[in-house]
């Protein structure tokens, strides 16, 4: 007779013929998430994710509905006149005033911007435009898969991807996901195409799995330009600066700051040197939305007109950006075309700032007494309403019921009195420390309930966030704070980046509020300005400064003057580590460097997805080389398993020695007898028991205990003596 060895009592899986088009499809879907998420992520940010999820849910749908009855130049005339039609639509929501300016060569200009970095949330209208182009390519993409023209369903789905990959907007999971998706229907499709098997299926798997190792690996590569912030070195996203007014800001987990001297400001008043204000909160970070436009000499000041203070910054470094005190009204010293001026009313440079380089700016900052501000209103412009109250979809509810809880604790009835409630909440109720861990989701939340320390990137956002879900306008703004002051000049450090939050009064404009907790910023900054001097890094000092202490700065209340709040808690400059440089916790009683009482450090998202896909390769690599087959055999050789009734123990023990001696010496023939193999590969007498005990429970009268026991015995004999290291079992 002969025994199945294969798949005998479900040892090893029986072989499953794959449906390919299922996994084409299933490719489709992966590429189609991968750039979908990203235009929902607009939308969740911006508005109208409810509607996003339908145009895409019900786009890929119409596919698949007509994808055998419409011909393919229909189907690419719709999805061309879909799109062309969704731009339109976006051209009309511009404001009048806007569209009034757009001109052929500044769409150009704009279609340029967004293929070398602009990202879509920058875009004033990024919802009207995420809902104008998406159905087009995923409409396409799923009709051209349903069709079975899989490699141009890729291109056309590849194109929407890279469209976000050039814009900045994919992530490095996005991106390697569409590339997954992207070979998987090409390679699945192949398949269903020309016909396949199941082993091609796993090689395929390996090939993919390698790529996004591979992909993972060239991605880690840090890039190589310093600032004033640096994310902690055990970092694996290299380095970067919140303060260069770059287009956005992502909130990171633990920082170091540099000692390092930026630039001076000769000023008769201390300020906080703006470098950047956003609007657009992602959830985890901020983006710039709006383009710049050039200099024309003279900028707007806020409504109330505010105390004229004119300001020289000289660079002892190179700048990113051109800091000056809120609200920059003129600019001298510099060619006005060097000169950008944000929508949010800031200003930058259009080349960098070299050391030495000086300028001036003649601001505008406001002074409005703190009893004054109590009493404005809500009669705010319509832009600013609409603009500086946006939140994400997905902002936890919790987060507008935490706000709601604390204003009315403080019995807040104005929107200033809410930002001063905010402000004070956030600065008693959480500790300041340069060392965290970047929470997952939602930044304000995780803060609010979730962390108990963080720096001014954390406390910032979070009062915005707060504020926002009161209704009142409010925005995220990056700089440094005042710095050491000597004579009229201030001398600021790296360690001076800082970052705070302007929240807007009717009457007065946008009025600074600061709701990090000053003492441990005073603290941090003296240890670590100390400990670098005493270190002698260089760059730390100008001829005018040593080792003075540096004089504190306001920064709490209303304004960028010192003569503003007469309530103002007295401070000096902003963040810093402390000691070598290594990122230490800092408390309301100084320097406390971390402890391990938080509990273990779980792998964030990104690492799980990475090595849940090398553990997919893992498998499939095990499955196409058998290495899973023969580990699944050896166990089952080497173990005799559950005593049953004697007849079955004596099958099963020939089983195993018939397995051995295919393995060792040759496989059975077909039509050869298990009497006829056992006599041609061995002459060992347990063998022959064996056989014996199996021909008599097979064909005879049955077996006692005692003869299955035996056989059983003798297999394991046979096991142990034929497995032995200079006789391994498997060739």
Known sequence: MSVDLADRDGVLPVA?????????????????????????HVTDVVGGSRLMLAVLVGSASLAVAVGRVLRVRTALFLSLLALGGGIAVYFLSVPATQRALISPARLAADAVALLTGLSVLRLTQANVWALSVAPAPVFLSWYLAVRRRYVWSVVVGGAALSLFVLTGDAGTLTTLAGVVGAAGVVGFGTLDRHGGT?????????????????????????????????PDRTSPTGVASFVDSGDSVRVVGTIRLSPQVQFTVESPADAYWTTGTYDRYTGSGWVRSGDTDPYTDQLRGPPGGGRELRQTVTAETELGAMPAAWRPTDVDGVRSNRVRVTTQGSIRPATTIDPDESYTVTSRVVDAPPAELRTAGTDYPDDVAERYTQLPASTPDRVAERAANVTAEADAETPYETAVAVEAYLESTKRYSLTVERPEGDVADAFLFEMDAGYCTYYATTMVTMLRAEGVPARFVTGYTAGERVDDEFVVRGLDSHAWVQVYVPDHGWVRFDPTPAAPRQSAERARLTDARQRGETGVDTEDTGASTPTPTPTGGVGDGADTDPDATPTSTANASVGTGDPVAVGDTGPVTPTADDGPELPSTEALAFWGVVLVGVGAAIRRTGAGRRAVRAVWLRRRGPRRDPDADAVRAFERLAYLLERQERTRRPGETPRAYLRSVTDDDRARRVLSAYERARYGDGVDRATADAAADAVDELVRERTLPTRPFAR
């Open 16 to 40: 499953l013929t794959p449906d390919f088009r299922l996994g084409a499809l299933g490719a489709v879907l992966l590429l189609t998430a991968s750039y979908g998420g990203i235009l929902y």
């Open 198 to 230: 199941a082993a091609q299926v796993d090689t395929l798997l390996v090939l993919l799995v390698a790529m996004v190792v591979v992909a993972a690996t060239l991605s880690m590569a840090p890039t190589a330009r310093s600032g004033p912030v640096l």
